[in-house]
C-alpha cells in the first residue's frame, strides 16, 4: 500500500462493509445488527491471540503467520466499522487516545 491515507482505508473499508451488508440480506432477509458486528469482531480478535499463541510456539497452528497478519488487519477493519455504526469518529477517538497516553508519559 503506498500511502496510509486513513481517510481512503476507511472510505474503503464502509464499502467493503456494505458490500457484506448486500450479501447477509441476500443470504438472511436483514443484515447484521451493531451487536452482531460486535460479536464477529469479538470471534477475530480471539484468533488473533490463538495466532499469536502460535507465533510464540505455546499453541500448534498451521498457516498461523499468514492468519496473524491477516486477523490483525481485519481487526481494525471491525474497529472502523463499529466506530461508524456507533458514531464515533474513529480518527478523532484515535487522536485523543495517543495524546492523553502520551500526556501521562
Known amino acids: 500500500m503506498e500511502t496510509n491515507n486513513f481517510d481512503i482505508i476507511i472510505k474503503r473499508s464502509l ?44 499453541w500448534l497452528k498451521k498457516d498461523s503467520a499468514e492468519e496473524l497478519e491477516h486477523k490483525l488487519a481485519e481487526n481494525i477493519w471491525w474497529l472502523i466499522i463499529l466506530a461508524d455504526r ?15 497516553t502520551e500526556n501521562i508519559f
Do not use: P
Not at 456507533?86 to 492523553?100: N, P, R, S, V
Open 15 to 58: 464499502e467493503i462493509r456494505e458490500k457484506y451488508h448486500q450479501l447477509e440480506i441476500k443470504s438472511n432477509g436483514t443484515q447484521w445488527t451493531l451487536e452482531e458486528d460486535a460479536l464477529a469482531y469479538l470471534t477475530d480478535a480471539g484468533l488473533v491471540g490463538r495466532n499469536v499463541m502460535s507465533h510464540e510456539k505455546t
Open 86 to 100: 456507533t458514531g464515533i469518529d474513529i480518527k478523532e477517538a484515535l487522536e485523543q487516545f495517543l495524546t492523553k
